[in-house]
């Protein structure tokens, strides 16, 4: 039998940032991003912006993360690299509960757009990016392996999903239905 996992593994796709803006002035070049899923291990995207793109930056780059099954939030920060270091550019703390748990199945990709605040907490952009989980933890894979036992026996194998709402779910006046 395979050891629990700890960890569930995403893809995440950073596609593009908007608006940046260095001491009020369009970022032009050398921006680029880094993901971290609460850890010290951190991924990069390549550097871009040639200066001909105002405060827009495209990557479109994939980006393979291990998130503990612990995390709370993933953390894109957008740096720019200057003359004398890297500058901080904005950062966007985003709760992993807007990614799973939903009505669509986490393995389905989604596409997301967040703001971006400076260290002063003031708004500095967006960023575009899309996730989707690659290999969900050991756990998950078991316990939907051990529904489709329960229910395999008495039903037909199907890959369709269907979504139901019930019509008097705890509505009391409706009894005589």
């Not at 930056?57 to 998130?67: F, G, Q, R």
Request: charged fraction near 20%.
């Amino acid at each position: 039998m395979q050891q629990p996992s700890k960890s569930r593994t995403l893809e995440v796709t950073v596609l593009s940032a908007e608006n940046l803006r260095i001491n009020g002035n369009p970022a032009t070049k050398n921006i680029y991003v880094v993901v971290r899923a609460e850890s010290i291990t951190s991924h990069t995207t390549a550097t871009t912006g040639d200066g001909s793109g105002g405060g827009f930056h495209s990557w479109n780059e994939k980006l393979t993360v291990e998130m503990a099954m612990h995390a709370k939030s993933i953390t894109f920060e957008v740096r720019c690299k200057t003359e004398i270091g890297v500058r901080d550019v904005g950062v966007a703390r985003i709760a992993v509960s807007d990614f799973f748990g939903g009505l669509v199945p986490d393995q389905v990709l989604k596409f997301f757009s967040y703001g971006l605040r400076d260290w002063d907490g003031l708004r500095n952009g967006v960023i575009n990016f899309s996730v989707r989980v690659v290999e969900p933890a050991v756990e998950e894979v078991e316990a939907v392996a051990d529904s489709e036992k329960m229910v395999g026996a008495t039903s037909s194998s199907s890959n369709n999903v269907v979504l139901g709402i019930p019509i008097c779910w705890n509505n009391s006046t409706s009894s005589n239905i």
